[in-house]
C-alpha cells in the first residue's frame, strides 16, 4: 500500500519488529519507472503521541544522517504523516552477528574481519561532525551482536542509533539514568556517569568476547547477579575460554575491558589496530560464506519476500517474526531488542511510567547499601580462610567451548545502579601486567526471609528486589 502524504513510498511486508519500533520492506519510487528497495522504520503506534519517544525517534534518524561511513547504515529520509513517523534507511540483506553467533563460536579471522568493519562503522561515528564541522560527540551506547550487521556482502555494519547520544541532542538521558543492554553497557556507564567513547570500546569488548568463545559473558540466575561480576569479576581470558583462539587475542579483549576507562583504548580506531595484528582477517568473500552457512535459510527467506514485493505479488507470506523481537533476533536493517526494567528498591508512590528500559537511579542508594553490606560480609568470610576453590561457574568458564553450542540470545535492555569500584593506580595498558582470573569472588548470600524469587513483580511487570535478601 502506499503510505498516506507520502505518494514516493510504498510500505511492504514487516520484516522485524523491535522495542520502539516495526521495520518494513519498502519502495521508493521516482520518475521514468525508477523504483529502489528500501527499508522503513515505523515508530510504534503505541509511542507515537509520548513526545520522548517520538523526539527519540527523530534524534536517531538526524544523528545517523551526519554519519557518512560505509560500515554504518545510511539514513535517507524522515517522513511524517498525520500522527505516524517513518524513518526511511538504505535495505540491507542480512543478519545480525547475534544470529551468526547462534551456530557457535566465530573463527578468529573471520570475527577479525566483522569487528575491522564494525570498529571501523563506530569510529566514523565518534568522528561525525554537524553541518557546520563542529564535533557531534556521538556516542552509539548500545553496542551489541545484535546492533552489528552482517550483510551477504561480506561486510559488517553498525546499525541503530536509537539510544545513542549526541551534545546537541534533543533528548537528553535525565541524570542519573543509564540506557542500553544490560551485560554490555561498561561499569561507569552503569553507575549513572557519562557515556564516551571509551564506553562504546568496552561494549565492543564484551561483544568480541563472546564471538570468539561463542557463550556470554555475564550471566546469572538475575539482574543482580550479573551486575555483581560486571562490577567486581576480571572476566577469563579468551584463549583459556576458548583454547581455540590464540593468546594474541587476550590483550586486546583485557585492555577492551578494564573496569577503569582511562585504560581503555582511547578510541575505536585503535583498537581496530590491535585486533588486526592479533591474526590475519578473512576476506569479505569468507564472511559471506559463513554467513550463509549460519543463517541461510532465512535470508533465502527475506530475500523471496523483497522478491515478491517487488513483483506485486501477494500470495507469498512473510517471514516469521517474532514480536516483540528477542535480543537475538535479526533485522535486515536493525537491531532492535524489547524493553526491560531492573529496580533494586521498592517503587515510589505513583511513579509517571517512563520509557520502559530507562531506570531512575534514585535507587542508587539502596544498591551501593546491598553492595557494601556484600563487600563487608565477603571480606570478612575470606579474612584468614584458605585460598577459595574455583567455583563451578568459573570452572565451566575456563572450559573448552563447544564448537557448535549457540550463544544464549542476550537479555533485554536493563537498567541499574551502583557504586563505583575503587580505581586501581594508572599504568601503561601496554606494560602493565593483566590481573589474573580466576574464580569469581564470592556473591553475596541471599536471605531466607521470602527470597523465593528475591523480587515482587509490579502491575507494569517491573522488578523489585527485596534488599533483605541481599544482606
Known amino acids: 500500500m502506499a503510505l498516506d502524504a507520502l505518494e514516493r513510498y510504498d510500505l511492504g511486508p514487516a520484516i522485524a519488529s523491535g522495542g520502539m519500533g516495526t521495520v518494513h520492506v519498502g519502495r521508493i519510487r521516482g520518475a521514468e519507472g525508477f523504483s529502489r528497495v528500501v527499508a522503513i ?40 504523516s ?26 578468529p579471522a573471520i570475527a577479525i574481519a566483522i ?37 551477504v556482502d561480506g561486510v559488517a555494519r553498525i546499525v541503530d542509533f536509537g539510544i545513542a547520544k549526541a551534545q546537541n541532542r534533543a ?28 564506553s562504546d570500546v568496552y561494549s565492543a569488548g564484551v561483544t568480541l568476547w563472546e564471538a570468539l568463545v561463542g557463550k556470554r559473558l555475564f550471566v546469572g540466575d538475575n539482574d543482580a547477579t550479573v551486575l555483581y561480576d560486571m562490577l567486581e569479576w576480571i572476566p577469563t581470558p579468551v584463549s583459556v575460554a576458548a583454547p581455540h583462539v590464540g593468546a594474541a ?17 582511547a578510541s575505536a580506531r585503535e583498537m581496530l589496530d590491535a585486533l588486526e595484528a592479533c591474526a590475519k582477517r578473512a576476506g569479505a568473500r569468507d564472511v559471506a560464506r559463513a554467513l ?45 531488542t524489547p524493553s526491560g526494567t531492573v529496580r533494586m528498591a521498592p517503587p515510589r508512590a505513583a511513579p509517571p511510567r517512563r520509557a520502559p528500559w530507562i531506570v531512575p537511579v534514585a535507587v542508587a542508594g539502596a544498591l551501593v547499601a546491598l553492595l557494601s553490606i556484600s563487600g563487608a560480609v565477603i571480606r570478612m568470610r575470606m579474612h584468614g580462610s584458605p585460598a577459595p576453590q574455583m567455583t563451578e561457574k568459573a570452572a565451566d568458564e575456563a ?69 533483605e535478601c541481599f544482606q
Open 41 to 80: 522504520k515505523c515508530l510504534r503506534a503505541e509511542l507515537a503521541g509520548d513526545a520522548e519517544h517520538v523526539t527519540m525517534f527523530i534524534d536517531e534518524a538526524r544523528m545517523a544522517s551526519r554519519i557518512r561511513h560505509a560500515n554504518v547504515v545510511p539514513t535517507l529520509d524522515v517522513c511524517r
Open 82 to 107: 498525520g500522527g505516524d513517523l517513518w524513518i526511511v534507511m538504505e535495505y540491507v540483506a542480512g543478519e545480525s552477528l547475534a544470529r551468526l553467533m547462534e551456530a557457535g563460536p566465530i573463527e
Open 115 to 151: 569487528f575491522h568493519d564494525a570498529l571501523s562503522g563506530l569510529d566514523g561515528a565518534h568522528g561525525a561532525t554537524d553541518a557546520s564541522g563542529a564535533p557531534l560527540g556521538l556516542v552509539h551506547r548500545d553496542v551489541s551482536p545484535q546492533n552489528v550487521l552482517v550483510g
Open 171 to 198: 533528548s537528553v538521558t535525565r541524570s542519573g539514568e543509564y540506557k542500553g543492554k544490560f551485560g554490555y553497557a561498561p561499569p561507569e556507564v552503569v553507575q549513572g556517569k557519562k557515556a564516551t567513547v571509551r
Open 249 to 265: 587475542f587476550d590483550a586486546v579483549v583485557a585492555r577492551a575491558l578494564e573496569k577503569d576507562p582511562d585504560k581503555r583504548f
Open 292 to 336: 550463509s552457512g549460519a543463517a541461510g535459510d532465512s535470508l533465502a527467506e527475506r530475500a523471496e519476500l523483497v522478491r515478491a514485493f517487488e513483483e506485486g505479488r501477494e500470495s507469498v507470506a512473510p517471514p516469521t517474526m517474532r514480536d516483540p523481537a528477542p535480543a537475538g533476533q535479526v533485522t535486515a536493517v536493525m537491531g532492535e
Open 399 to 467: 572450559k573448552p567451548a563447544a564448537p557448535k553450542a549457540p550463544i544464549e540470545p542476550a537479555p533485554a535492555p536493563s537498567s541499574a545502579s551502583v557504586a563505583e569500584p575503587a580505581p586501581t593506580p594508572a599504568s601503561s595498558a601496554s606494560a602493565a601486567p593483566r590481573p589474573r582470573s580466576g574464580p569469581k569472588p564470592p556473591r553475596p548470600a541471599a536471605s531466607t526471609k521470602s527470597c523465593q524469587p528475591p523480587f515482587t513483580v509490579d502491575a507494569f511487570g517491573d522488578k523489585h528486589y527485596k534488599p
